[in-house]
């Protein structure tokens, strides 16, 4: 092959001709770089806001923070799983065979998981954990977890559906502690924290002041006395503390009102939660670890709110009270002299708003306590010492209230519909009946779509005025039942089997 020395010229030509217009393309580049003009960007250096009112808020931040590192070991999350069998037939996922055989395959029992998520407050360093009843309610398997991520399996104590307070119990030794404070001594307008672990968020605090106090909101628990805040509580906040300034457990977190559901429902904060005072959670404690069952303090008197009508009835200024509508023959009020139509008007010195407060503060005394009670009988002022006894365990704990047991109706719980339930419900003032606060899902009346916060006007044309009414129609209604219900200021016809077929609804 013969070298061509022409060919290498011209093709070093093209080359260097190539490298120069690279070279001064970079070059232009560069130049223009160097000369061309950016805009100057420059991060404001604004001055540290201080003073004597930002060291005010200093001193705050440096509070709080002091209370959420001193009282966050002592919370815990708690994971609770159900498992229930479920009958499933093998043939049910297939369409084909449903069209053509329904249901005439045997059911095959299947395993089904539940989870869910609350929280807990650390009382004892041997590993007591105070939360809510609804956070471990028929959990066959329960698990802690700490802070510092160490986790435990947890064994329920006992449980107190009617306050909603359970005690569980970690093996530990040393274990971080939060300490109860004295929710006595809470005021409207108090700062509290909130722990616990909203929405699976875990560990978090919020916080707000006290809104309210000797609560009552719907039918979330039996004995209501709650203390009403606006820190922020969510699902997944149930069982965790309500801390003060000292970072002290004033109440136990246990329910929300919101704007997509009923209190404690699914739903969103909107700025109303409730708290368990400390007094009480740690009464029923302390019971329920002692003896696995919670003693209370008995009156023996079945009370009612005072509407304006009755309290001009029976003399008294205003509606603040609780009426005798009865006193239990041979009862601790009747030993000590109470007769119905007495007004009480105070407990050991304090004011009494309602019904609910007062059966909320005596069944957190205990048996034997000795109470003063201040009433009003025809107007004139009396005083009483009562020795509380033991509230029966057969008794319903509902203030007026009646459970059905047997028959078509059993499975119902109802209340006199007094002036705050009518409010708290939305009621219309012509509405008049009992309120059901509880139903069994089980029941016949819950497959026919009955619910807490349905007003009973009337059982088979009958009209039920109060409990009393209620308890005697409901004892003779053995078949089919026609119940007028009014339910959020809308009347409607409910006709309940025994057995939970056949009936229906028909709204007015």
């Not at 010229?9 to 690279?22: F, P």
């Not at 006992?158 to 109860?180: C, E, N, Y």
């Not at 997944?236 to 009923?262: D, E, F, K, R, Y």
């Not at 009209?463 to 809308?490: I, M």
Request: proline share 5%.
């Amino acid at each position: 092959m013969r070298f061509d020395r022409r060919f290498l010229r011209e093709n070093l030509r093209g080359l260097s001709l190539t490298l120069i217009g690279v070279l001064t393309l970079g070059l232009s580049f560069m130049l223009y770089q160097g000369h061309h003009v950016f805009p100057d960007f420059a991060m404001a250096q604004g001055k540290e806001l201080d003073g004597p009112d930002i060291d005010v808020l200093e001193r705050q931040n440096q509070a709080y923070e002091r209370i959420a590192k001193a009282v966050t070991p002592a919370i815990v999350a708690i994971q609770s799983t159900q498992v229930t069998k479920v009958q499933q037939s093998p043939f049910l996922n297939d369409p084909f065979f449903r069209q053509f055989f329904g249901n005439m395959f045997p059911q095959v029992p299947r395993e089904q998981r539940e989870h869910a998520l609350g929280s807990g407050v650390i009382v004892s360093p041997d590993g007591y954990i105070v939360t809510n009843n609804h956070v471990i309610a028929k959990a066959t398997e329960i698990s802690v977890t700490l802070s510092d991520k160490r986790t435990f399996k947890g064994k329920v104590v006992g449980a107190d559906p009617q306050t909603d307070v359970a005690v569980v119990k970690i093996d530990g030794s040393g274990l971080p502690t939060a300490s109860f404070g004295d929710s006595d001594q809470l005021k409207v307008g108090d700062t509290v924290m909130a722990f616990g672990n909203p929405f699976g968020q875990y560990f978090t605090v919020t916080r707000g002041s006290v809104s309210a106090l000797k609560r009552a909101s719907g039918q979330i628990e039996v004995f209501q006395n709650f203390i009403q805040t606006d820190a922020a509580i969510n699902p997944g906040n149930s069982g965790g503390g309500l801390v003060n300034i000292h970072g002290q457990v004033v109440g136990i977190n246990t329910a929300i009102l919101s704007g997509n559901s009923g209190p404690g429902g699914e739903g969103g904060f909107v700025g109303i939660g409730f708290a368990i005072p400390s007094n009480m959670a740690k009464h029923i404690m302390e019971d329920l670890i002692k003896t696995g069952k919670v003693s209370r303090g008995y009156l023996g008197v079945q009370i009612t709110d005072l509407t304006d009508d009755l309290a001009k009835q029976f003399k008294v200024p205003d509606s603040a009270g609780a009426l005798a509508q009865d006193v239990t023959a041979g009862g601790p009020a009747d030993k000590a002299g109470l007769k119905t139509g007495d007004v009480i008007r105070k407990l050991n010195g304090e004011i009494i708003g309602d019904a609910g407060q007062l059966t909320a503060q005596i069944t957190n005394l205990s048996p034997g306590a000795v109470v003063t009670l201040d009433i009003l009988r025809d107007g004139q002022p009396m005083t009483f010492k009562v020795t509380l006894g033991e509230r029966p365990s057969d008794l319903n704990a509902r203030t007026g209230g009646g459970g059905v047991q047997q028959g078509t109706l059993r499975g119902l719980d109802v209340q006199n519909l007094t002036s705050s339930l009518r409010d708290q419900a939305g009621l219309p003032p012509n509405v008049t009946g009992v309120i059901i606060v509880q139903v069994d899902p089980n029941s016949p009346a819950a497959q026919f779509g009955l619910q807490e916060g349905d007003v009973i006007e009337s059982i088979n044309r009958q009209p039920v005025r109060n409990v009393t009414d209620f308890n005697k129609l409901a004892a003779q209604a053995k078949g089919q039942t026609l119940l007028r219900v009014n339910r959020q200021g809308n009347g409607l016809f409910v006709v309940i089997s025994p057995d939970g077929n056949g009936g229906g609804d028909d709204g007015q």
